[in-house]
């Protein structure tokens, strides 16, 4: 069965570092998003891609944080510098165009900034 | 911004129990999702329901929808184990750009 791949699982960082994670989404799956997800709570929404196109990255700290899709495949988020509030859970997800449809999720990178 | 709220925060059944949970929501939706997460991993689509549906199933899972209330309930019977996990509804807003907007969750522990 087609996976969302995430890495790393984990990252541990100090504070003003750089850190990147990487995702693909199920193959053919034209909509990737990056959400946020701190213990306890929901996840929210950070960036959304359209094929290589950002949709909307309204909630997306831009002083910091950055994706892209290059290829409109697989993306990157980094965040540069990291900042102690960054630590929770990076997660990716992506689905198929052409209707409202459930959403299929990576397993997620946990990041530690101390 | 989270639109869906989960009631209860967290529940704790036997084994063997039936688990029912709630989600209300703010405003017209396409549809609703129901999402599981065990500790520390991804989410897993369990249910999507339309907003012209009021009932669905999926194997031991049964999902309501009122629309008149803005509320949702997923009801797991004959609980297990392994059904120990969060647990989220997520709605596809009529006005939203093929985006989800997410509750808090309901922790559930199921004790063996």
């Known amino acids: 069965e087609a996976e969302v791949a995430q890495s790393p699982r984990y990252k541990i960082t100090e504070k003003s570092q750089a850190v990147a994670f990487w995702c693909d989404p199920i193959s053919g799956h034209a909509t990737l998003y990056w959400y946020r997800q701190i213990l306890g709570q929901g996840p929210e929404l950070l960036v959304q891609f359209q094929d290589e196109s950002v949709v909307d990255d309204s909630q997306l700290p831009k002083d910091r944080f950055s994706a892209e899709r290059l290829k409109g495949v697989d993306s990157t988020l980094k965040i540069q510098p990291a900042e102690l509030g960054d630590s929770a859970m990076y997660l990716c997800?992506?689905?198929?165009?052409?209707?409202?449809?459930?959403?299929?999720f990576g397993p997620g990178t946990r990041l530690t900034v101390t | 911004s989270q639109q869906g709220e989960e009631d209860p925060q967290a529940l704790s059944i036997q084994e063997g129990e039936n688990a029912t949970m709630n989600c209300s929501y703010k405003t017209s939706i396409n549809n609703l999702q129901w999402y599981r997460q065990n500790s520390g991993r991804g989410l897993v689509h369990l249910i999507l329901i339309r907003s012209n549906e009021r009932e669905k199933h999926s194997g031991r899972l049964r999902v309501t929808l009122d629309t008149s209330k803005k509320s949702s309930s997923l009801l797991i019977t004959a609980s297990r184990a392994a059904d120990t996990a969060s647990y989220f509804c997520a709605t596809d807003a009529e006005d939203s750009n093929y985006q989800l907007i997410w509750g808090a969750g309901t922790k559930l522990i199921i004790k063996p």
């Open positions: 997800a992506s689905s198929s165009s052409g209707g409202r449809k459930e959403q299929y």
